[in-house]
């Protein structure tokens, strides 16, 4: 072959591929879009941008979900994504919102506030604002009021705000002096005023005999209510404090869920030997927080309906 052959076969190659690239992108280049961004929008307007792209929406395909931030039958999602180049004609898949999904909201009234909760959650809804009052006739810890009546149709996860009861208005009074009682004296006069014993801290004094009050919180003269906490200072004669003292040890219990109240019994055994210390009837999810007062080593034991739940060392 004559390199004038040779020439003329190369640019006959070389002309037949550019003729080749111009036919390919003549006819096939206009058949590949992007795909436009439809999410959040109704479905009558992204039909018609989809349609203007050259695509198409298979509405017998159609996904609907329930959705709290997207209105019904607006765009939730879609594929393929916003941008991607795809061939006209493809067939866009979509999640169609069928908007907040409805419940009914729920009697709380006259619950307990953490029965509310667990009520409201199992509806899909949410507590709001707790406010809370005192009342001489409503229970503590009760609902008194709810801001969504009962029986009306609201969109889940709507929030629903409470009214609590604190109970009875609680009754102010001065501290009385407790410095230079026994602690067995002053507890009582605690007791006695519907007060709780706080702290009880030791402090060495051998000129003093041992179980005497030196120091007390609030002071005397001040001005206290129900429930209040009272921490006390007593003497010991020495850094290490006698096993035979009294002391006080604060009982936590929670009563188990359930339908119906139960009797709670607490019993103690210590040095002053066994005794009960708390007996009532309590409604499910009752707290008690009971101030016993101890000496040397002691066991509680709690009793629902004449049954032993637990036991448990006073440390």
Do not use: C
Not at 131 to 156: F, G, H, W
Not at 202 to 223: I, K
């Amino acid at each position: 072959m004559t390199i004038k052959k040779l020439f003329f076969k190369i640019v006959g190659i070389t002309l037949g591929g550019i003729l080749f690239i111009f036919l390919l992108m003549r006819f096939t280049g206009g058949r590949e879009v992007e795909v436009p961004d439809i999410r959040g929008k109704e479905v009558t307007l992204a039909l018609e941008e989809l349609g203007r792209a050259g695509l198409k929406l298979n509405l017998k395909l159609l996904e609907r979900r329930f959705d709290d931030r997207i209105p019904k039958d607006h765009i939730i999602s879609q594929d393929p994504r916003s941008g991607k180049v795809v061939q006209k004609g493809r067939e866009i898949k979509v999640i169609i919102s069928r908007g907040s999904q409805k419940v009914f909201v729920p009697e709380v009234k006259e619950r307990g506030l953490r029965s509310a909760g667990i009520i409201l959650r199992q509806r899909g809804l949410r507590m709001g604002k707790v406010a809370k009052v005192y009342s001489d006739l409503i229970e503590e810890d009760t609902i008194m009021a709810q801001s969504l009546e009962p029986e009306i149709e609201v969109n889940r996860s709507s929030e629903i705000n409470l009214l609590v009861s604190l109970g009875p208005y609680p009754t102010y009074f001065y501290m009385p002096d407790l410095i230079g009682r026994s602690l067995e004296r002053a507890s009582r006069t605690i007791e006695y005023l519907s007060l709780q014993t706080g702290s009880i801290t030791y402090e060495v004094d051998p000129e003093l005999r041992e179980g005497v009050v030196l120091n007390q919180a609030p002071s005397f003269g001040f001005p206290v209510k129900e429930k209040s906490l009272v921490n006390l200072v007593i003497s010991v004669k020495s850094q290490t404090r006698p096993t035979g003292l009294l002391r006080y040890y604060m009982l936590h219990y929670v009563v188990p869920a359930g339908l119906f109240s139960k009797r709670i019994k607490i019993v103690i055994s210590d040095a002053q030997g066994e005794r009960e210390v708390y007996n009532a009837l309590l409604s499910p999810g009752k707290e008690i927080n009971e101030v016993i007062a101890i000496m040397g080593r002691a066991r509680a034991k709690i009793y629902i309906e004449g049954k032993l739940e637990r036991e448990m060392t006073l440390r």
